[in-house]
Structure formats: structure tokens, C-alpha cells
């Protein structure tokens, strides 16, 4: 169950709480170093003056609230590198930062990311399939926005499953520009008058490309200008750990609602697909040592045209080569290299057997 409180000291971690203040006073307050992941959703300082109408005449729901405006630039830049600065004292040295924004702020936001001694390490062009047209007919539709993803600091380490985005993907490596609806229907969240909760929520297909992409399951994802908790749900959905801050109290009422009904996936269904790199790293020999395969059992290429005998040091012996399942399996091809584990097998009960099948089975035992 979530609470509505501020910390009580730097010692205790909030977590899956949503925290009401200022967001840079209440991470401030919290401890450093604690966070894997920041997903901020600041004001963009949009400066619309005057009301916005349809061409038949009836009024837009536009973002004029009070969170929203900022008496000039420099305030609007005071402001953004002051929340920067508490959020990355708030990060682990492998932790990272989301932002988004619009043309409004992005550029600003993204110059004082730097300044601060954030490392960009992609932006990200989130491309609306149903924007809201550009009722003046003056400019183009804006029809995206953008996400800056970036590191601690130069050379700090970061989370990104790359694989997982691909498999998302249908096999295809995951670009920077995501074509993804605005959110709308029935995840558009109402008020008691049927009115829009939130002017800027962002739709969960957003959130869960973030957080899919760029953290692990238990990580602890903070979101400083909470809103109504779409970080929150997702993150919860996914395993993930949340602090959210939101100063509006009919913001965190609604985001307090929406979390209650979220029901976390089981294990099984947030394991996600890693890179082989991630994997840990099985010797050969480890499935001498084990039994697995005996010394002198023969190992024979999966096309069929050579074979090699298995040595009591894990090594392997061929015709004319001894050396490594990878450097037999390269003299024996003519290659300049060659991957033993998928080029070598065995027969037991007379079925063949790749020898990675038994790779597999001590990495799983090693999970």
C-alpha cells in the first residue's frame, strides 16, 4: 500500500511510496547513491498565452496550470538545474536518467544535463501515430516528443537490455524514433467531472519501453514529477521498485487510486530475453570436471565432417590439432576462428546432442 508522506530522514529509502512536496526539497532529503533509475516528466514551460480553440470554436483542454509557468527563462533553467543536481546525487554510479520534453524545453533541458556532468547517451524521438492536430493551421502538428536517456558520468556503467528491446521488436534492433499512440480511450484517466485527470499523461506503452530497456527487475525507479503515476503502475507491473514525488494533491489521489489496482507480473513473465555477454561464462572443462562428459568420449562437428576426442584437462585432441573446442574446431574447418559451442556435439542414446545444451544447464543452475 502506498503512502502520502515525506521522508523522515536521509537514512530511510521511501520505497513504492508516493512522496508529496517540492521534488527537489524531498530529494534533497533522501539517501545518495540509492536509485538505479530516474524517469522525469518536468514542466515543458510551454508559455501559451491566451485560451486555444478549434476551428469550431470550441475551447482545448490545454496545459495552463499553475505548475506549468515560470516568470522567464532564466527561472525555468534556475529551476531545471536544481532538480538535476538533487537527482544525481540520488543515482548509483550504474544509474541512469530518462527526460522528456518538447521543443518548449528539451534543448535547455538537455544543455543543463551536460553542464551537470550527465552523459547523454541517446536521444530518443517518441513519434505520436494521433497527435493533436495544429488547430491555427500557422505551424506544423507537433507530433513528437523527445526523450534524453543518460548516464551518471562519462564512462559509468548503465543498464540496457539490448536483446529484450529487440525481441520487443520482432527481432529488429531498437531504434531512437518509437512510433506509439498518445494516450487516450480508456487509459486516459478522468476526474469525478469526467474531466481529464492529468493535461500531460503519458501512455504506459511509454513507460514500459523505458523500464523494459533500461532497468531489472527490483530496481528502484524514482519519478520526480509523478503526476498520475503511470511510472508508478508500470514499474510495479514490471517488478520494479517506485518513489514517486508530486506536490498536487489531486494528482497523487488519482495516482494512489490507479497503483492500488496494479497486479505485479509473476517471475516467469518478467524474465526477458539477455545477451549471451550477460551470461555467466562456463568453461569447458567445467563439464569434464562434472561428468558430463567423460575423458576420450568423442565429440563430433555438427556437420558431420570431423571429429575429436575430449581430454582430462578439458582440451581436445584431434588428427593432427590439440587446443580448445574453439581452436580445434577453427584448424579443423580452415577458419580464422570458430565457436566450439555451437560447432561440437555428442551422442547420447543415440540421438545427437549439442554440447551447449549442457552449457545451458549449469548457467541454469547458476541462476
Not at 524545453?105 to 497527435?131: C, T
Not at 467531472?193 to 525507479?221: E, F, M, Y
Not at 494528482?251 to 496494479?262: D, G, H, L, P
Not at 593432427?320 to 579443423?332: E, F, P, W, Y
Request: with cysteine; net charge positive.
Amino acid at each position: 500500500m502506498t503512502k502520502m508522506t515525506k521522508p523522515n530522514s536521509a537514512d530511510a529509502l521511501p520505497i513504492n511510496t508516493i512522496l508529496a512536496g517540492d521534488c527537489i526539497d524531498i530529494m534533497n532529503g533522501l539517501p545518495a547513491a540509492s536509485v538505479d533509475l530516474i524517469f522525469a516528466d518536468p514542466p515543458y514551460n510551454l508559455q501559451l498565452k491566451g485560451d486555444l480553440h478549434r476551428p469550431d470554436n470550441s475551447l482545448v483542454d490545454a496545459v495552463d496550470d499553475e505548475w506549468d509557468q515560470f516568470s522567464s527563462f532564466k527561472a525555468y533553467d534556475d529551476f531545471t538545474r536544481a532538480w538535476l543536481k538533487a537527482a544525481r546525487r540520488l543515482l548509483k554510479p550504474d544509474g541512469a536518467i530518462w527526460v522528456i520534453g518538447s521543443y518548449h524545453n528539451i534543448f535547455r533541458v538537455g544543455a543543463a544535463l551536460q553542464d551537470e556532468g550527465y552523459w547523454i547517451l541517446n536521444d530518443v524521438v517518441w513519434r505520436k501515430s494521433n497527435p493533436m492536430p495544429n488547430f491555427r493551421g500557422k505551424r506544423f502538428t507537433n507530433a513528437h516528443e523527445t526523450m534524453i536517456w543518460a548516464s551518471k558520468s562519462e564512462g559509468a556503467k548503465y543498464t540496457f537490455n539490448y536483446e529484450a528491446l529487440k525481441a520487443l521488436n520482432e527481432g529488429i534492433q531498437m531504434r531512437s524514433d518509437w512510433v506509439l499512440p498518445i494516450c487516450n480511450g480508456g487509459e486516459r484517466l478522468k476526474d469525478a467531472a469526467g474531466d481529464k485527470a492529468h493535461p500531460t499523461q503519458k501512455p504506459q506503452a511509454l513507460l514500459h519501453r523505458v523500464l523494459v530497456g533500461s532497468t531489472k527487475p527490483g530496481d528502484i525507479v524514482l519519478d520526480p514529477f509523478f503526476g498520475t503515476g503511470t511510472t508508478g503502475a508500470v514499474a510495479k507491473m514490471l517488478g520494479r521498485d517506485w518513489i514517486g514525488i508530486e506536490r498536487e494533491a489531486k494528482y497523487r489521489e488519482v495516482a494512489e487510486e490507479r497503483i492500488s489496482q496494479v497486479r505485479r507480473l509473476d517471475k516467469a513473465s518478467l524474465e526477458t530475453a539477455t545477451s549471451k555477454r550477460a551470461e555467466p561464462r562456463v568453461p569447458f572443462g567445467q563439464l569434464v570436471e562434472r561428468g558430463m562428459l567423460r575423458p576420450g568420449e568423442e565429440l563430433l562437428s555438427m556437420n558431420g565432417r570431423h571429429k575429436a576426442k575430449v581430454r582430462a584437462d578439458g582440451t581436445l585432441i584431434g588428427n593432427d590439432i590439440k587446443g580448445s573446442i574453439h581452436q580445434v574446431g577453427a584448424h579443423l574447418e580452415g577458419a580464422p576462428s570458430c565457436n566450439g559451442w555451437t560447432y561440437w556435439c555428442f551422442k547420447r542414446d543415440g540421438k545427437t546432442v549439442p554440447i551447449d545444451v549442457l552449457r545451458q544447464q549449469i548457467r541454469a543452475e547458476l541462476s
